[in-house]
């Protein structure tokens, strides 16, 4: 059975910093692509970053430079590293498959608030 559980978020001032966790039950990382979204408050949800099956990364302007996705095969799972915080980086973080394909059911998400 898939399951997605994330893990970490909280309240942070700007400049901060949080590392997310996601446990990527019934999804084998070793050999998808994964990725980290988020999603804001009345918008969509966006792609954040996202790790090959063999550990390249990309991630998307906003947060370059910034946060880091990493994974861990041996415990299947899946990290982001967020680094000098920003008040519009507060949103619910969620992990998944990267291709719209393999996208599994979503789980119930991290919330990341940053203040000002």
């Known amino acids: 059975q898939v399951q997605l559980v994330e893990s970490g978020g909280g309240l942070v ?18 050999t998808n692509h994964m990725a980290w979204y988020r999603q804001a408050p009345g918008k969509q949800r966006d792609l ?7 550990g390249s990364t ?3 302007d906003p947060v370059k430079g910034r946060f880091e996705i990493t994974k861990d095969n041996a415990n299947n799972m899946v990290y982001l590293q967020m680094n000098s915080l920003k008040p519009e980086d507060t949103a619910v973080y969620y992990c998944n498959a990267y291709y719209s394909w393999a996208l599994r059911p979503w789980g119930q998400g991290t919330q990341v608030t940053v203040s000002s």
Request: net charge neutral; glycine share 14%; charged share 15%.
């Open 13 to 30: 001032q700007a400049g901060g910093s949080l590392r997310l966790s996601c446990d990527a039950s019934g999804i084998i990382v070793s």
């Open 48 to 54: 954040v970053a996202w790790i090959t099956d063999g």
């Open 58 to 60: 990309k991630y998307a």
